[in-house]
T-cell receptor, first 115, second 112 residues
Framework: AQSVTQLGSHVSVSEGALVLLRCNYSSSVPPYLFWYVQYPNQGLQLLLKYTSAATLVKGINGFEAEFKKSETSFHLTKPSAHMSDAAEYFCAVSAGGTSYGKLTFGQGTILTVHP | SQTIHQWPATLVQPVGSPLSLECTVEGTSNPNLYWYRQAAGRGLQLLFYSVGIGQISSEVPQNLSASRPQDRQFILSSKKLLLSDSGFYLC???????????FGPGTRLTVL
């Protein structure tokens, strides 16, 4: 069974500051890991994914995440926040090798960007 | 390229009324299909998934049902809505296996 914990339901940063959204996972098999972003009243959009290749994954909009097996973490970062980054972010885990690819989502982190 | 549609975008229904939400996918064949619910202040809850026509698996017991009458069509239904059915319903698709899920725009359901 898999689980995801996102540390911090709300994160607030200033425009231009570093963005760090934390995600820790639990999986009994090698995981696939995902970060999604959701803007108000919209569906989820994939930011990036880790599927056992390079541990540092680059995504859209300048985001990246690093898979650290020893820490069971997959934290999302962006060097410089923009106002347009304000949204809710979800980390998700999928067990590699499963037949239908069930995703288990974290509870989400709302990112606020101040001018 | 693939696209996923959901309708309606918003819906306000009285308690006890029936429900039908529709999701269709274009540009791919034999996708895995998923229904999620997102209640206010809560994460995403997987309701149903389907790996093929007529094949539906339920993740949680509830007042809802799902059907897949065609390869790229997924329907979420209820015979009698409850207040607790209010939420944001998201449909998603993926290729087989532990692959990326792609989400539709969602349906906002309010039960009064």
């Amino acid at each position: 069974a898999q689980s995801v914990t996102q540390l911090g339901s709300h994160v607030s940063v200033s425009e231009g500051a570093l963005v760090l959204l934390r995600c820790n996972y639990s999986s009994s098999v090698p995981p696939y890991l995902f970060w999604y972003v959701q803007y108000p009243n919209q569906g989820l959009q994939l930011l990036l994914k880790y599927t056992s290749a390079a541990t540092l994954v680059k995504g859209i909009n300048g985001f990246e995440a690093e898979f650290k097996k020893s820490e069971t973490s997959f934290h999302l970062t962006k060097p410089s926040a923009h106002m347009s980054d304000a949204a809710e972010y979800f980390c998700a885990v999928s067990a590699g090798g499963t037949s239908y690819g069930k995703l288990t989502f974290g509870q989400g982190t709302i990112l606020t960007v101040h001018p | 390229s693939q696209t996923i549609h959901q309708w309606p975008a918003t819906l306000v229904q009285p308690v006890g009324s029936p429900l039908s939400l529709e999701c269709t996918v274009e540009g791919t064949s034999n996708p895995n299909l998923y229904w999620y619910r997102q209640a206010a202040g809560r994460g995403l809850q997987l309701l149903f998934y389907s790996v093929g026509i007529g094949q539906i698996s339920s993740e949680v017991p509830q007042n809802l049902s799902a059907s897949r009458p065609q390869d790229r069509q997924f329907i979420l239904s209820s015979k009698k809505l409850l207040l607790s059915d209010s939420g944001f319903y998201l449909c998603a698709w993926s290729h087989s296996g532990p692959d990326t899920q792609y989400f539709g725009p969602g349906t906002r359901l309010t039960v009064l």
